[in-house]
T-cell receptor
Framework: GQSLEQPSEVTAVEGAIVQINCTYQ??????LSWYQQHDGGAPTFLSY????GLEETGRFSSFLSRSDSYGYLLLQELQMKDSASYFC?????????????FGRGTSLIVHP | NAGVTQTPKFQVLKTGQSMTLQCAQD?????MYWYRQDPGMGLRLIYY???????DKGEVPNGYNVSRLNKREFSLRLESAAPSQTSVYFC????????????????FGPGTRLTVL
């Protein structure tokens, strides 16, 4: 099966940079993705890494190291609206299909 | 373009009652999914449908059934609700399924908050 570990909570101040780590165990790894979810809302897609390295999308970047089974989400120039839960997810082989497994989520609290 | 819609938004059931959660997408996506989310937990896959006419079990299928009615609609049925099924249920869709080399971003509906007493 698949399992993911990410910190339960991270706090930072507005304008700062924060990194949310994710380590995973999976069979047949097929990519690491990140989703954002505000309280009471639906998850929304942020980024996806299939290969090692850094992917940048505006203020958000995501990194993957397949040899270390590790990735992170980097949020720069933090804004109050970035306060939300962030989930990493892997696609792993299960029953012939690559189904997604989500981590338990990291609650990011941004202080003024 | 409404994206993914779910009904109802809220529901309270008594133990043993049955109900169907409805989901529809208007993005012409092939694949659809049902997740549940419990406090402090991530999203757990209940069932998915890689394409119209197919359904498969996910991580936590016990106590649930699904129907892929057509390309747009994917329903989740609780035959005999139990308090352990109190949760927030999310439906999602993606252009294609989980196989293949390209990642397919999942689009989520607003969720159904279900309480079973």
């Amino acid at each position: 099966g698949q399992s993911l570990e990410q910190p339960s909570e991270v706090t930072a101040v507005e304008g700062a940079i924060v990194q949310i780590n994710c380590t995973y165990q999976t069979s047949g790894f097929y990519g690491l993705s990140w989703y954002q979810q505000h309280d009471g809302g639906a998850p929304t897609f942020l980024s996806y890494n299939a290969l090692d390295g850094l992917e940048e999308t505006g203020r958000f970047s995501s990194f993957l190291s397949r040899s270390d089974s590790y990735g992170y989400l980097l949020l720069q120039e933090l804004q109050m609206k970035d306060s939300a839960s962030y989930f990493c997810a892997v696609r792993g082989l299960s029953g012939g299909s690559y189904i997604p497994t989500f981590g338990r989520g990291t609650s990011l609290i941004v202080h003024p | 373009n409404a994206g993914v819609t779910q009904t109802p938004k809220f529901q309270v059931l008594k133990t043993g009652q049955s109900m169907t959660l409805q989901c529809a997408q208007d993005m012409n996506h092939n694949s659809m999914y049902w997740y549940r989310q419990d406090p402090g937990m991530g999203l757990r896959l209940i069932y998915y449908s890689a394409s119209e006419g197919t359904t498969d079990k996910g991580e936590v299928p016990n106590g649930y059934n699904v129907s892929r009615l057509n390309k747009r609609e994917f329903s989740l049925r609780l035959e005999s609700a139990a308090p352990s099924q109190t949760s927030v249920y999310f439906c999602a869709s993606s252009e294609a399924g989980f196989q293949g080399g390209n990642y397919n971003e999942q689009f989520f509906g607003p969720g159904t908050r279900l309480t079973v007493l």
